[in-house]
């Protein structure tokens, strides 16, 4: 059977931005059975974050094969998963320090709302408008960045409301008022140019659509994702939390892309000065080995009662063994902080072509998280723009993908291991691929 009549039997259900065939993996880069090298500024949808293939992620993995592959945790304890814990607590905000391990990022989604449910004996949920987290039965009804994701799957489960987020570059009253909206989304902690008005419609939701004591949690995710990597203003999610501590009500934060360094500080909640009540860790835990985590204060945890969750392979040794190289390899190469330093030389090199291109409607993100949101001239979104030009740079050797509601937004996810020459490569070739 040649590659192709392989190809030709897997299922179209994956939307695939590329027909490439990798082959390996190295730090920045991916090299196809082609024979080409391609800056890979996807990074797997943001979990190689120690590069591909680190040698101390690497070695750990090979290490723990050999000793025990999977040691299932209703059954017995096992090292990895012991030494994650001590891994964690070293990172996580102060008081987070009860942990829950799943495979992936949806399931831990689910885990932390059945969590929310039992800890508040409360059923609904407020998420907000272009959130994505996940895509199982019940993270479908949480995820609204494209309705794509739920056509054709209902009935999806009740009790989940949906609240504006506070994306100010479609905000049509900093529009009609003529506020910077680069300014505004930049997450400084000074910003007070929010209009408040994503937090008057939670408000509105807790009273029109439910009641306070009926919702067990506001799930957030500190810079949306999917939906256009749009970084809120500091009020926005210092907001949710005093809503949150008005009404008893849980505040989950969704950091399964945010986390582990991508935004230039360990957690992207860290930005706005804000601790959530769960966090829900994935993708950049285990560079590539599927682990993801719940996070919470003893007092909530405590309330989650044996057998009520679980899953064979939540927490293998061999995942946990990997995620515990990879906060060695975080804080040791100061990937948090080269996340930081190399993002702003991104941001800024993009900014700058920005100002020659009425195209470029809006740069933003933090760290290495970075979104570039393609209009026309119209000002309306420019899928067709965003398309034609990542299909460019991939034939120049550099991949990136789109994400927004209309993909239109052009993202920049480097692994963390990023240097500045080839970020300067990367944004060369996007400049020339965008015509
Ligand atoms: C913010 C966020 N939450 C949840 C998920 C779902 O994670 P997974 O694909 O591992 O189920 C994703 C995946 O992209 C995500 O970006």
Redesign the pocket.
């Known amino acids: 059977m040649s590659l192709a009549d392989q190809k030709a039997h897997l299922s179209p259900v994956w939307a695939r931005y590329n027909d490439i065939i990798v082959d390996r993996g190295e730090g920045v880069m991916l090299y196809g059975d082609d024979g080409r090298a391609y800056y890979d500024f996807t990074c797997g949808?943001?979990v190689t974050n120690t590069g591909h293939c680190h040698p101390r992620v690497v070695a750990a993995i090979r290490e723990q094969a050999g000793l025990l592959l999977h040691g299932q945790a209703n059954i017995v304890y096992h090292k990895p998963m012991l030494r994650l814990v001590e891994g964690l607590r070293q990172v996580v905000p102060s008081g987070i320090d009860a942990f829950f391990f799943s495979n992936?990022?949806?399931?831990a989604?689910e885990g932390a709302l059945k969590l929310a449910r039992h800890a508040t004996g409360r059923t609904d949920v407020i998420v907000f408008d272009g959130g994505?987290?996940?895509?199982t039965a019940g993270?479908m009804a949480l995820t609204t960045s494209k309705g794509k994701y739920r056509s054709g799957y209902a009935p999806l489960p009740s009790g989940v409301h949906v609240a504006p987020y506070a994306y100010c570059f479609n905000c049509a009253i900093a529009k009609a008022a003529g506020r910077n909206t680069a300014e505004m989304s930049a997450g400084a902690p000074a910003d007070s140019g929010c209009c408040g008005d994503p937090l008057r419609r939670v408000e509105h939701i807790l009273h029109a659509n439910t009641t306070p004591d009926d919702v067990a949690a506001i799930l957030v995710?500190p810079v949306l994702?999917?939906g256009g990597y749009v970084m809120p203003p500091a009020s926005f999610i210092r907001g949710l939390r005093a809503i949150c501590d008005k009404y008893g009500i849980m505040l989950i934060a969704?950091e399964?892309?945010?986390g582990f360094g991508r935004t230039g500080k360990f957690f992207a909640m860290e930005h706005y000065g804000v601790t959530a009540d769960i966090i829900?860790a994935?993708?950049g835990l285990a560079s590539g080995l599927p682990l993801?985590a719940v996070m919470t204060r003893q007092e909530i945890m405590q309330k989650w009662h044996a057998g009520t969750h679980g899953g064979t392979y939540g927490g293998n040794a061999l995942a946990c063994a990997a995620a515990v190289a990879t906060l060695d390899v975080i804080i040791e190469e100061r990937l948090v902080e080269n996340a930081a330093a190399m993002g702003a030389v991104l941001k800024g090199e993009l900014s700058e072509l920005q100002q020659n291109n009425p195209l470029i409607g809006d740069v933003r993100g933090a760290g290495l998280m970075i979104g570039v949101e393609l209009i026309d001239e119209a000002g309306a979104p420019n899928a067709a723009l965003a398309k034609r030009t990542i299909a460019a740079c991939r034939e120049m050797g550099l991949l990136v993908i789109t994400c927004g509601t209309y993909d239109n937004v052009v993202r920049f996810i480097p692994p963390l291991v990023v240097n500045d020459d080839q970020i300067h490569t990367a944004v060369g070739i996007f400049r020339q691929a965008l015509v």
């Open positions: 949808i943001g992936s990022g949806a399931e989604v994505f987290h996940g895509r993270t995710e994702g999917e969704d399964v892309q945010t829900v994935a993708k993801s």
